[in-house]
């Protein structure tokens, strides 16, 4: 990671050195992985709001507004940025449902708005683990809980469930395919 502060960027004289002024430019810069979701959400509204993008500022900050809401309920406190992703991934989700039902009602025109908010949420989003990873992580998960598992099978597929997701993060991975795969795992 390469950071640059305001004292090595050029200034004019009368410009006085403040916290807003230093950068950080990074060489991952666009990628969907960077650990402080909010932090880059409020950087690219900024960007979107000096370019004058109205597409990517509008869609920010109604992700955003989710984002704070959630703030409200954790009592002071801010949510992680693994709950903005699963926000951001539920936002992305929304849009592409309304992208079908105005495909549906022959409104092409909003569905194609839809459809770019989505894409552009898509970038914020951290890369979902693959199917094969999902897997091993349940096989273990499953062999752990197999002298417990004796007992009603849905209470067995709760304690796979919650086993799983403390060894792996909510927001990387799509739920209903770890239910799914994890229905397919119990009953082999």
Request: charged share 30%.
């Amino acid at each position: 990671m390469l950071f640059r502060f305001a004292s090595s960027i050029p200034r004019r004289s009368s410009q006085r050195l403040s916290l807003s002024r230093v950068r950080l430019l990074s060489s991952n810069a666009g990628d969907a992985s960077s650990p402080d979701l909010r932090a880059r959400l409020l950087t690219e509204l900024k960007d979107a709001m000096k370019s004058k993008d109205t597409l990517a500022s509008t869609t920010i900050r109604s992700v955003l507004s989710e984002v704070y809401s959630a703030d409200k309920g954790m009592n002071g406190q801010k949510i992680a940025s693994s709950v903005i992703a699963s926000l951001i991934r539920k936002a992305c989700t929304r849009r592409l449902d309304s992208a079908a039902q105005f495909i549906q009602a022959s409104r092409p025109d909003l569905a194609g708005k839809e459809e770019r908010e989505a894409d552009y949420l898509a970038r914020f989003l951290p890369p979902l683990l693959p199917e094969a990873e999902i897997d091993r992580v349940l096989r273990d998960v499953i062999l752990e809980q197999a002298p417990q598992s004796k007992a009603d099978p849905r209470k067995s597929l709760g304690m796979v469930f919650k086993a799983f997701y403390t060894r792996v993060d909510k927001a990387s991975v799509d739920p209903e395919l770890v239910k799914r795969r994890a229905g397919v795992l119990l009953s082999t």
